[in-house]
């Protein structure tokens, strides 16, 4: 059977407006205090890139991520389900299946990787408001270490706490610990717990097959 591999492909606007990002997210990660003029001049230079790249999704996460930060929360909210939207549309097929894989290697697929991931954890959170959510962030995570079984993004831990039925504050106070400098991060009982915990599940059967066969 034909494995159906999903690698990005950009227009040729691609590499001008990429490099225009990365501009962008210096600006946003390197200042301590943007000024609203400031912040209007990015939130302005993302909607430009998204203009001439649409399937380009790392600026809607700034984007969504400026918003979040200038207190828009509703804009923030719809800017993400707009980018997590286009993620399926690009990887779904008529059918509604995902891709046999979408590996993390390739450095066209990151952007969509890291929205679905962004979406699925979103999901988590407001499910301590609205029940249910966790449901679907669950089926994005399981979908993600299907595709990408290198699991660049650590999809792995976040699910077997949505299997054991943990919330997100449990899983945040249990397991993410914040850097200086890179923010939350997995905290050294993170893996432990993961390596005795994930043995009861059959989702994680074909992650460490995987892992066997590349070590």
Not at 39 to 64: F, H, M, R, V
Not at 103 to 127: C, H, S, Y
Request: glycine share 6%; charged share 30%.
């Amino acid at each position: 059977m034909k494995i159906r591999e999903h690698i990005q492909k950009y227009s040729g606007n691609f590499e001008k407006v990429s490099t225009e990002y990365y501009d962008l997210l210096e600006q946003v990660e390197y200042s301590e205090d943007l000024s609203i003029e400031e912040l209007t001049n990015i939130e302005n230079g993302l909607k430009q890139i998204i203009a001439l790249e649409p399937d380009y999704l790392d600026p809607y996460l700034l984007l969504y991520k400026v918003n979040m930060f200038e207190g828009k929360l509703l804009d923030a909210d719809q800017i993400l389900d707009n980018a997590y939207q286009k993620s399926l549309h690009l990887i779904i097929d008529a059918k509604g299946h995902w891709p046999d894989l979408m590996e993390w290697g390739w450095q066209e697929n990151r952007p969509i990787i890291r929205t679905l991931m962004q979406k699925a954890e979103n999901l988590w959170i407001d499910a301590l408001e609205v029940p249910g959510l966790e449901e679907e962030a669950q089926e994005i995570y399981g979908h993600l270490l299907r595709v990408n079984p290198g699991d660049n993004t650590a999809a792995r831990y976040p699910l077997l706490a949505l299997l054991k039925g943990m919330d997100y504050g449990e899983y945040e106070s249990g397991f993410l610990v914040r850097d200086e400098e890179m923010g939350l991060v997995f905290s050294e009982d993170c893996e432990t717990w993961f390596a005795k915990e994930s043995k009861k599940y059959p989702e994680f059967a074909a992650w460490r097959t995987y892992m066997k066969q590349i070590s």
